[in-house]
């Protein structure tokens, strides 16, 4: 695996030709597609079920599909989602009566398992799951819509979650999401992230790969 994986966000691809943009992303150069999946009620916004991602399996699209639930409840949609071909499944732990149960289920499904953490929501919540835990997702915007922008105090939770990540010696994921460009990637690297959402930095640009190429070379410095 590479050290530093990006995972553009479809929320800001065309819906009406999501298996030609998903396809385009990844022959960028992207690494992982991130799925994200809004209920109206845990965020205020709505978007894609386990039907759109078993649909870009059958398309073909065979990349690491990250699905980021940001649904309550959570469990329900976690066979259904495994079942449609997703790989890493993560969710907010307020969004969840039983938080080792879903983590637990992630697991079992065959997947990836995964706590989101809200830009205010302490990191508290991995307290006594860290080994049942493949990725932490940190939110630098609130979650809910594409093209906000980098909340600058998730650095520093960036660099606690890493030291968390260090102490457990386990390999787990560090990733971030919400207003991820070229210009911040270098810092927010720095900080510990090692897997990176973009969303509207990569699918507002006409050429994919160069925005790809950016964030890379960014990341090699
Ligand atoms: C926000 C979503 C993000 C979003 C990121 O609720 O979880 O994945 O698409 O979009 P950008 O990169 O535009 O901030
Ligand atoms: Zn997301």
Redesign the pocket.
């Known amino acids: 695996m590479r050290d530093f994986l990006i995972a553009p966000?479809i929320?800001?691809a065309d819906f009406a030709r999501l298996g030609e943009e998903v396809s385009a992303v990844l022959a960028a150069g992207a690494d992982v597609v991130?799925f994200?999946v809004?209920d109206n009620h845990f965020?205020p916004?709505l978007t894609i079920g386990p039907m759109v991602c078993q649909a870009l399996r059958n398309y073909g699209i065979t990349a690491p599909i990250d699905v980021?639930l940001?649904v309550q409840p959570v469990d329900r949609m976690i066979a259904d989602f495994a079942a449609a071909g997703a790989s890493i499944i993560t969710f907010h732990p307020e969004a969840s009566t039983h938080i080792d149960r879903s983590l637990q289920q992630i697991r079992d499904a065959g997947c990836q398992a995964g706590l989101v953490f809200n830009p205010a929501t302490p990191l508290h919540y991995l307290d006594y799951v860290m080994d049942k835990v493949d990725v932490i997702l940190l939110?630098s915007?609130?979650?809910?819509?594409?093209?906000?922008s980098f909340i600058p105090s998730t650095l520093d939770k960036l660099r606690e979650a890493r030291q968390r990540i260090k102490q457990s010696g386990r390999p787990i994921r560090l990733e971030i999401?919400?207003?991820?460009?070229v210009e911040n990637i270098a810092e927010i690297a720095a900080a510990g992230a090692d897997m990176f959402?973009?969303?509207?930095?990569i699918f507002n640009q006409p050429d994919y790969a160069q925005v790809i190429r950016a964030m890379r070379d960014e990341l090699a410095k």
Do not use: C
Not at 141 to 148: A, D, I, R, S
Not at 177 to 181: A, I, M, P, S
Not at 197 to 201: Q, T
């Open positions: 966000s929320l800001s991130h994200d809004m965020v916004n980021h940001m939110m915007v609130n979650p809910g819509f594409g093209g906000q999401d919400g207003g991820v460009k959402v973009a969303g509207s930095a």
